[in-house]
């Protein structure tokens, strides 16, 4: 059992080009050729720096790219391939230590959910945006009321989480700082993209998971 001390009692975690190295709406995009890519990639990219708002995208990508069942499971296994370095072992002594491990993602819940459990975080504390097929597997729509689907709308699912404080939210984008009034700290992870726009509103700035773990434990 661990003796380090815990500076925060919780950690909020983003997914995508933060617990990962991967966009998965790219990731997806990708799967349609290049130019989709590009597009997608650009779109993507403008959100996450808060030049465009999430809420006018986020339909829109997954309408055109409108992904299958079966690209879906191969995102979750890319997902869990493309795990920041140090993430498992991390999250892993965090929780020794006490320490609750949410994770908050606009991602799509059903290929993020191995992620979560490859990391030892259950269900309970995953919040994404769930996609429904038809019978065949064709994509059908996405889960048009959830908040994660919005700009702002991670302040208002970590709101809802109830965690202990003090809350630390880590993340790499513009929809991640919206967490920063109903957190205590918010800390710019740099790992994969560094957006200065993220960086310049937060507390810490992380290029690593172990620097996480020198943030979070005494």
Avoid: C, N
Avoid at 164 to 189: E, I, K, N, Q
């Amino acid at each position: 059992m661990s003796t380090a001390r815990a500076k925060f009692a919780s950690v909020v975690l983003d997914v995508d080009s933060t617990l990962a190295g991967v966009e998965g709406i790219d990731w997806l995009a990708a799967q349609r050729g290049p130019e989709a890519a590009a597009k997608i990639a650009e779109l993507t990219d403008m959100a996450m720096r808060g030049e465009i708002s999430l809420d006018e995208i986020y339909g829109k990508r997954l309408s055109m790219i409108r992904p299958t069942h079966r690209e879906i499971g191969a995102l979750a296994k890319r997902y869990v391939e493309a795990m920041a370095p140090g993430a498992r072992e991390v999250v892993a002594r965090l929780r020794e230590a006490g320490v609750a491990i949410a994770i908050v993602s606009g991602g799509i819940r059903e290929a993020i959910v191995p992620l979560a459990l490859a990391l030892g975080v259950d269900g309970g504390a995953l919040r994404a945006v769930s996609v429904y097929f038809e019978a065949h597997g064709e994509y059908e729509g996405f889960e048009r009321s959830s908040p994660l689907a919005t700009q702002r709308g991670k302040a208002e699912v970590v709101r809802a989480l109830a965690l202990g404080a003090p809350v630390l939210a880590v993340g790499d984008g513009a929809t991640d700082v919206a967490m920063r009034p109903v957190v205590d700290a918010f800390a710019a992870y740099t790992g994969f993209v560094r957006r200065e726009p993220v960086v310049q509103q937060a507390d810490f700035v992380l290029e690593s998971f172990a620097q996480l773990e020198q943030v979070v434990l005494a």
